[in-house]
Nanobody
Framework: QLVESGGGLVEAGDSLTLSCVAS????????MGWFRQAPGKEREFVAT????????YYADSVKGRFAISRDTAKDTVFLQMNSLKSEDTAVYFC?????????????????WGQGTQVTVSS
């Protein structure tokens, strides 16, 4: 089970850090990704990292503002979000990929969290 936390209501330009911790399952050798879903829109890719962190990928819309990292010892992945914009408002989901592909498609991930709401006011 993956559990996200750290969401909330912030103003445009603020920063926020999301966390995702695994319970009941070790994430060793799993790639971890972050996706988001805004109201009325499809879930979209945000960022991903291989287990080792040697490869990370970001959506163009967040590149340079968001950073994915992980603490493998604690089975936790983070999403540092800076310079937040109103269009970043969404429910953010973390996901795990046992094949360590670090893909950008929803179908690349088998395990999903329940999501955490991020609201950015302008």
């Amino acid at each position: 089970q993956l559990v996200e936390s750290g969401g909330g209501l912030v103003e445009a330009g603020d920063s926020l850090t999301l966390s995702c911790v695994a319970s009941g399952r070790a994430l060793m050798s799993y790639a971890m990704g972050w996706f988001r879903q805004a109201p009325g829109k499809e879930r979209e890719f945000v960022a991903t990292s291989t287990w080792s962190g040697d490869r990370t990928y970001y959506a163009d819309s967040v590149k340079g503002r968001f950073a994915i990292s992980r603490d493998t010892a604690k089975d936790t992945v983070f999403l540092q979000m800076n310079s937040l914009k109103s269009e970043d408002t969404a429910v953010y989901f973390c996901a795990a990929d046992s094949l360590d592909v670090a893909g950008t498609s929803l179908s690349d991930y088998f395990y999903w969290g329940q999501g955490t709401q991020v609201t950015v006011s302008s």
